[in-house]
């Protein structure tokens, strides 16, 4: 079996970490062989321990490490790292590294041959710039993987869901479902927003997670 996904969110900060982890936990628990890939990282250091000792590592990447159960090389799971926490190709610039989408495509070739599963998640919102020309959009439909999109449930959630599933449509993508997390504990009307996107979003709600709660799918 090969089923793989590309993990996009409504912005950064909204969860897709913990979607992601909780997706591979997902089909380890059903039998498969899963990885998880996180194409591009910035706000990494370097680690002092474990088979990455040395090396610029994100927490996201250290966290999908361990929620799969496939052995892979940091080149491939995490082509591009940057030390700063800011904007992806911004970071890139500063380290004058220039983002080929071509590499992360043959890396993601590579594990895609060793596991049955792949999550690969995006880095911020579905249009942040990973160079001058292209964005995380250009890498998804490379990629050309089903679409999960991860909605962090706030106030402003319902318009940038809406403008980000249609984007994913617009390329000629397909959005395999979307993930209701609800990152503020205050939020109001949180049920009345969710029946919103439910009503407007024609496919699957795949999980609706509550505040810090636990992950659970229908795939």
């Known amino acids: 079996m090969q089923q793989s996904y590309f993990v996009v969110g409504t912005d950064t900060g ?4 913990t979607i992601s982890s909780a997706l591979l936990q997902h089909f380890v628990n059903k039998g498969a062989s899963a990885v998880g ?3 591009i990282a910035s706000g990494c250091e370097r680690s002092e321990h474990g088979i990455w000792k040395g090396q610029l590592v994100n927490d996201d990447v250290v966290a999908l490490y361990e929620a799969g ?4 090389p940091l080149e491939l799971i995490n082509p591009y790292h940057f030390a700063p926490a800011i904007a992806p190709h911004i970071a890139a610039e500063e380290a004058s590294v220039e983002i080929d989408l071509g590499l992360i495509v ?10 049955e599963v792949v999550v690969v998640e995006g880095a911020g919102g579905f249009l942040v710039p990973v160079n001058k020309q292209l964005t995380m959009a250009d890498l998804a439909v490379k990629l050309n993987l089903p679409v999960i999109l991860v909605v962090g449930m706030r ?11 249609e984007a994913i449509k617009a390329r000629g993508l397909k959005l395999a479902g979307w993930v209701a997390n609800r ?11 969710l029946a919103s996107l439910q009503q407007r979003i024609d496919v699957p709600c795949l999980s ?6 636990e992950v659970g799918f229908s795939l």
């Open 14 to 17: 909204v969860g897709k970490t």
């Open 37 to 39: 890939m996180k194409p």
């Open 69 to 72: 159960n496939v052995a892979a």
């Open 106 to 115: 043959r890396a993601y070739s590579t594990l895609a041959e060793t596991a």
């Open 155 to 165: 106030l402003g959630c319902i318009n940038h869901a809406l403008l980000t599933v």
């Open 183 to 193: 990152i503020d504990p205050d939020m109001s009307m949180f049920e009345e927003n």
């Open 208 to 213: 609706v997670v509550g505040w810090q709660g």
